[in-house]
């Protein structure tokens, strides 16, 4: 009998429970171990992510930052591993016979994939795939996905040039077949695609996070419509972000968002904020906003801000990305109005020592504002 298979049970047992610094540590205390962890142990394969990246020297690196391979030499040795990871993420420009070869290899433990590239390996089942990030891809490679996935993020960084008329079909085929999806991020040219049409009755999952963009002086009613149609059926989402969505649209999420617990919000008016207004939202405990207007309407944003803090009473963090720092008498808005806030995010640093001052001040003259409020720069 192998030995290296004795109370096999066991060792799954005992390293289940370590973390990647534990792992590490074994990993490198006897060829024994060394087999153990990374030919052997599911739940080691688990901790552990391959990285295929492209250095200077073209040079093939795994997340325990130890050289397996060079993409030129001994590539093979990879190709040949037994080794089944579950993990890998992939940026490199060339090389993709070897990464086509190596995801199939790999397809049946392969449980998250992150790629940055042109390509993405197509006509492929992946059963047991959970996490899926891709950048730059070709759409139709979605194909690959499995009906497993709890994590769908994918951005074409401003490429929508490179999609085809078989593009939004792949996209929402995905959505379409992945029922336990708990997370979605698309960028711009996707969140157009997905809500060019009423998608709310083609999906049966429950997100916990969406995060979505709009085109910044996107008008298309439709859309906007659609998306809120999306949301409508998404009520256990407990994080949202969004960008450059209309004022309907935040009216909405205010107003049937529940159980929304976090928002991030980027927002340019095009008309006059002094008038905005939503209906006030209980569950919002961080709010992150980043608030723009035209040119005209600069003075007035502190008007939309307003309307934020008012219309969220439970609010604990709040973090503002505005080119201006908070104003005074909005900072002293904001203590009075948000009694149980606790932290407060600015991009200023050479203001947070004057916040601290003038809140010290206000809390030993009044006893209904918060009592434990933190400032820190947005970089923190």
Known sequence: MDPLFIFYDIHELIIQHFNYNDIFRIFKVSKYWHCLILENSKFAMRKIRLNVHESNHDEVYNVLDQKISEMNSDVLDLLESQRKYQNIKVYVDHGW??????????????????????????????????????????????????????????????????????????????LKKNSQLEVIELDEDLTSIIFESNISSDVNF??????????????????????????????????????????????WIYENQTNLESFQIKIHFEQNPRDFQVISNGAIKCLDLDISSNWQYTMNIKFALRTFITSTPNLEVLKIRMTSPLEID????????????????????????????????????HDNISPNVEFFNNSD
């Not at 190596?102 to 006509?123: P, Q």
């Not at 002086?217 to 972000?241: S, V």
């Not at 640093?349 to 010290?360: M, S």
């Open 330 to 365: 909005d900072f002293r808005f904001l203590l009075f109005n948000s009694l149980k806030l606790k932290k407060l995010y600015q991009n200023a640093d050479e203001c947070l020592h004057t916040y601290n001052e003038i809140y010290e001040q206000i809390r030993q003259d």
């Open 206 to 251: 429950r997100l916990k996070r969406l995060c979505i963009e709009f085109l910044k002086f996107n008008n298309d009613e439709e859309i906007f419509g659609n998306a809120r149609k999306f949301l409508e059926k998404q009520q256990n989402l407990t994080n949202l972000a969004i960008k450059f969505p209309d004022s309907p649209t935040i009216q």
């Open 97 to 174: 016979d070897f990464i086509d070869q190596l995801v199939r290899n790999l397809a049946e433990s392969l449980v998250s994939i992150e790629v940055s590239s042109d390509i993405f390996v197509e006509n492929l089942k992946i059963p047991n795939l959970k996490f899926l990030k891709l950048d730059n891809p070709l759409l139709e490679g979605l194909t690959s996905c499995s009906n497993k996935l709890k994590k769908l993020a994918v951005r074409m960084s401003g490429r929508e040039y490179w999609l085809k008329k078989e593009s939004p079909i792949a996209i929402k085929s995905a």
